[in-house]
Nanobody, 124 residues
């Protein structure tokens, strides 16, 4: 079992930045591709970004491409999401999860290791 704990959310003004962290414990973190997802009020959870288990490849949803950066530190069992140029449309609870990806980090499916999420609120 892989346990995931997200942190780093908060309230930020439009145009600001936040860095989310997801600390993993349990199974060997470096064996898993990882991804960030988000769920806004009244909407379904959506894919945001993914990274392969080595960190060599990443992929992004079109809505965040060029603004968000996913990275990982396997020595610290942590995956990060650097979020820049935030807008109110980015307001959501952000979750990390282990995922299945293609060789170029294309998101394929999620494993069932959801964390509790961290709230990101962007004010206009």
């Amino acid at each position: 079992q892989l346990q995931l704990v997200e942190s780093g959310g908060g309230l930020v003004e439009a145009g600001g930045s936040l860095r989310l962290s997801c600390l993993a414990s349990g199974h060997t973190f470096s064996r898993y591709a990882m991804a960030w997802f988000r769920q806004a009020p009244g909407k379904e959870r959506e894919f945001v970004a993914a990274i392969t288990y080595t960190g060599g490849s990443t992929s992004y949803a079109d809505s965040v491409k060029g603004r968000f950066i996913i990275s990982r530190d396997n020595g610290k069992n942590t995956v990060y999401l650097q979020m820049n140029s935030l807008s109110p449309e980015d307001t959501a609870v952000y979750y990390c999860n282990a995922v299945s990806t293609g060789p170029n980090a294309q998101y394929l499916s999620s494993l069932n290791y959801w964390g509790q999420g961290t709230q990101v609120t962007v004010s206009s």
